[in-house]
């Protein structure tokens, strides 16, 4: 079970499907592709903006010819713990994909994996931060949200 979003105890599923679940997926199915044409549309703007903070921050690498749904925009960043509470104070939503990695969460425990195991995942764990990328973000919120990252940078 979750004991919070970024801990575990144990190894489960949740697969069940009610049927209001149903109805809302059937919609929500219909309008999906829009949706993910709108959530590259923010993921590329954030690509293409912060290429010039590469000394700061290493965007998601691209595979050629795929299509990305974007449920999540996760870059590496310095100062990340800093950045996280800078926009926080902005009003800009930000979380951390997953502070803990897996190999150091209670079901691994068995395995006994250590930390410094998996040093570029513990390391990533230090490192990354998610942006909001959902496709109800306005052209205004996608750009205060860079322009308050430039501003974090190169003030």
Not at 20 to 31: E, N, P, T, W, Y
Not at 39 to 45: D, E, H, K, M, S
Request: net charge positive; glycine share 4%.
């Amino acid at each position: 079970g979750m004991i919070n979003r970024d801990k575990i105890s144990m190894w489960g599923i949740n697969n069940r499907l009610q049927p209001f679940q149903s109805i809302i997926a059937d919609r929500v199915l219909k309008k999906v592709n829009g949706y993910i044409r709108k959530r590259n549309y923010v993921a590329n703007r954030y690509d293409k903006e912060f290429k010039a903070l590469n000394k700061y921050i290493k965007t998601p690498h691209r595979l050629k010819n795929t299509k990305e749904a974007y449920q999540l925009y996760i870059m590496s960043v310095k100062k990340r713990d800093q950045l996280i509470k800078y926009l926080i104070n902005n009003n800009i939503e930000c979380k951390i994909h997953y502070p803990i990695p897996l190999h150091l969460q209670k079901p691994f425990i068995h395995q006994g994996y250590k930390k410094g195991d998996f040093p570029i995942a513990e390391k990533q764990a230090k490192e990354i931060i998610t942006l909001p990328c959902h496709q109800y973000l306005s052209d205004n919120q996608i750009d205060y949200t860079i322009r308050k990252i430039k501003d974090f940078y190169l003030k």
